[in-house]
């Protein structure tokens, strides 16, 4: 009588069946499904606001503005000529008497609903990719810390023991979900941002007959599209740095404490104590990538007014003394260095210490 024994594999599970398990707790979260409805919700909800604050102006829209405010101006300038404590040179220095010119000029702002130009849809992109920003950073923050808080963290590597395996997965799994929330409520922000455009459009014979220095600009989808996609890679940034910074401190609320922290505390104090080390601090970079380049103030002594494109007797490339221009590319190579570095930080620290 013989009997066979069968020997059991003791090889750990591939990367595939890391990444699939990785992937089903993600979307078991429940953190995950209700701050992406908020998200959504918000973003939905400004698309409402700027849908009934906004409306489609014509020409004869814009000449009865324009004779509203030639009038009340008009009153004024006849009340401030009649004033008797005024002397006659008083009277032509503050007394102002507008022009038909002036008055078409004006005729957008004295308008009960403006239309919706390029401005308000970038604002509204804006407010969908940085409320998408902060999603991602949370959910990031809440799948790095919470099997450290739930103490559940020497289960997931009795299963899988290679750290850097695991550490990597997560983190792959982490930055796909932040580009899929983040495109979500990007692509309903163009969505809907395009319908109020096209409704709530300037009429183009009345643009065409303002005479603004810096009129409003006529919301174009190609280049919303443009801001749009620059989100995307800060949502990913966000993510990554996030779950860095809770791997590293085994903890989300220490996670989201402290990223929110440094930006908001930390990085201000920066700013009014350090003006050279301010061009390496997040919100600086932020701004540069997001507005395709700024200048920036390093030295305060140097430069005469904050900062801006034009320098005294220059063209508008010439950067103002005391400042230098921080490139759309430079602030987004800032950005992932310093993910770069936290997430080398927080690897090298799960990989040599102890789980417990």
Same mark, same amino acid.
């Given at each position: 009588m013989s009997s066979t024994i069968e020997a059991r594999s003791t090889r750990a599970p591939g990367a595939g069946a890391l990444l699939r398990s990785e992937i089903l707790r993600a979307r078991s979260r429940r953190s995950l499904r209700w701050m992406s409805l908020l998200a959504v919700l918000a973003v939905l909800g400004v698309?409402?606001?700027?849908?009934?604050?906004?409306?489609?102006?014509?020409?004869? !829209?814009?000449? *009865?503005?324009?004779?509203?405010?030639?009038? $009340?101006?008009?009153?004024?300038? $006849?009340?401030?000529?009649?004033?008797?404590?005024?002397?006659? $040179?008083?009277?032509? !220095?503050?007394?102002?008497?507008?022009?038909?010119? $002036?008055?078409?000029?004006?005729?957008?702002?004295n308008l009960d609903r403006r239309p919706f130009d390029q401005?308000?849809?970038?604002?509204?992109?804006?407010?969908?990719? &940085?409320?998408?920003?902060?999603?991602?950073?949370?959910?990031?923050?809440?799948? &790095?810390?919470?099997?450290?808080?739930a103490r559940t963290m020497g289960l997931v590597l009795s299963w899988e023991p290679r750290r850097t395996r695991v550490f990597l997965v997560r983190l792959l799994v982490v930055v796909v979900l932040a580009l899929l929330v983040e495109g979500l409520l990007l692509v309903i922000a163009l969505g809907l941002g395009s319908l109020i455009a096209d409704a709530h459009a300037l009429d183009p014979a009345a643009l065409s007959q303002l005479q603004l220095a810096e009129?409003?600009?006529?919301?174009?989808? &190609?280049?919303?599209? !443009?801001l749009a996609l620059r989100w995307l890679p800060l949502a990913a940034l966000a993510a990554a740095?996030?779950?860095?910074?809770?791997?590293?401190?085994?903890?989300?609320?220490?996670?989201i404490g402290a990223s929110i922290g440094f930006v908001a505390v930390v990085e201000s104090v920066v700013q009014g104590v350090w003006a050279w080390g301010s061009q390496w601090l997040v919100q600086t970079n932020i701004?540069?990538?997001?507005?395709?380049?700024?200048?920036?103030?390093?030295?305060?002594? *140097?430069?005469?007014?904050?900062? &801006?494109?034009?320098?005294?007797?220059?063209? !508008?490339?010439?950067?103002?003394?005391?400042?230098?221009l921080i490139s759309d590319t430079r602030g987004l190579a800032t950005l992932a260095a310093l993910v770069v570095v936290a997430g080398l930080l927080s690897w090298t620290t799960f990989v040599r210490r102890d789980v417990e």
């Open positions: 698309c409402a606001l700027m849908w009934f604050s906004t409306g489609r102006v014509t020409q004869t !829209e814009l000449d *009865a503005a324009a004779s509203s405010f030639l009038a $009340e101006q008009q009153m004024y300038y $006849e009340q401030c000529i009649a004033d008797p404590t005024l002397t006659a $040179e008083q009277v032509d !220095e503050f007394c102002y008497q507008p022009t038909a010119q $002036e008055a078409a000029q004006n005729a957008l702002w401005d308000g849809f970038d604002g509204l992109l804006h407010f969908a990719g &940085g409320i998408g920003a902060l999603v991602c950073l949370l959910l990031a923050a809440t799948t &790095g810390g919470g099997d450290w808080g009129g409003p600009t006529p919301a174009d989808l &190609g280049d919303a599209t !443009e740095g996030s779950f860095a910074v809770a791997m590293l401190t085994r903890s989300t609320g220490w996670a701004a540069a990538w997001l507005s395709g380049g700024i200048t920036w103030v390093v030295d305060r002594n *140097a430069a005469q007014q904050g900062y &801006g494109l034009v320098g005294p007797g220059g063209g !508008e490339n010439t950067v103002p003394p005391g400042s230098i």
